[in-house]
């Protein structure tokens, strides 16, 4: 079965530094999400991107964050100065269109971030 | 935001019996409702969804059932195995978006 990866499973990043994490989505998806889950909360929604642009994004999504498509395989999101309450498990998902919204997201395992 | 609520944090039943586990909204604009399961160091993987003009979808064990006027659905897992023992996470889309909104989760424990 298809799976979407993400790369590195765990990071530890000094405050104040740049992080950059990796997804590659399934292949024949069209859509890209970043949400992420902050230990004992909910799964939040960050960001959507479609056809080379962010398409949707959360309060959370400022200045601080941005996402990339950089090759036609990768989906990258940055923080750009990180800090300690970035500390979270960051899950990528992909899925085919929008109109394929009742057969649900395909997620990745998610990186755990902390931040030191 | 509290816009998708599961307010029981855990439940805990007995394998071959039903697992009923409950979702509460507050926005009529949601257009679909998704029920994911999450094991530990895994990402959510889908279940089953219903659309908004239903009030049941039915797939094996899982059926998810709506209640547009009380603003509620519910998973039922019959019969309930050890191996659906998971965290489960209720979410909608809003409208013609892409994002999901989450509840904060059940953790679902089935004895043997």
Redesign the interface.
């Known amino acids: 079965e298809p799976e979407v990866t993400q790369t590195p499973s765990h990071q530890v990043t000094q405050m104040g530094q740049e992080v950059i994490l990796r997804c590659v989505p399934i292949s024949n998806h069209l859509y890209f999400y970043w949400y992420r889950q902050i230990l004992g909360q909910k799964v939040e929604f960050l960001v959507s991107f479609y056809n080379n642009e962010i398409s949707e994004k959360s309060e959370i999504f400022d200045d601080q964050f941005s996402v990339e498509r950089p090759d036609g395989s990768n989906f990258t999101l940055k923080i750009r100065s990180t800090k300690l309450e970035d500390s979270a498990m960051y899950f990528c998902a992909s899925s085919e269109a929008l109109g394929r919204r009742a057969y649900g997201y395909t997620f990745g395992s998610g990186t755990r971030l902390t931040v030191v | 935001?509290q816009q998708v609520k599961q307010n029981s944090p855990s439940l805990s039943v007995q394998e071959g019996r039903i697992s009923i586990l409950n979702c509460d909204y507050t926005n009529s604009m949601f257009?679909?409702f998704?029920w994911?399961k999450k094991y530990p160091?895994?990402?959510?993987?889908?279940?089953i969804?219903i659309?908004s003009i239903k009030d049941k979808n039915e797939d094996g064990r899982f059926t998810v059932f709506l209640n547009k006027s009380a603003k509620h659905l519910s998973l039922h897992i019959v019969p309930s195995q050890p191996g659906d023992s998971a965290v489960y996470?209720c979410?909608a889309?809003p409208g013609?978006?892409?994002?999901?909104?989450?509840?904060?989760?059940t953790t679902l424990q089935v004895k043997p």
């Open positions: 935001d257009d679909y998704l994911y160091a895994e990402g959510p993987t889908f279940l969804s659309s996470f979410a889309i013609n978006t892409g994002k999901l909104i989450f509840g904060q989760g």
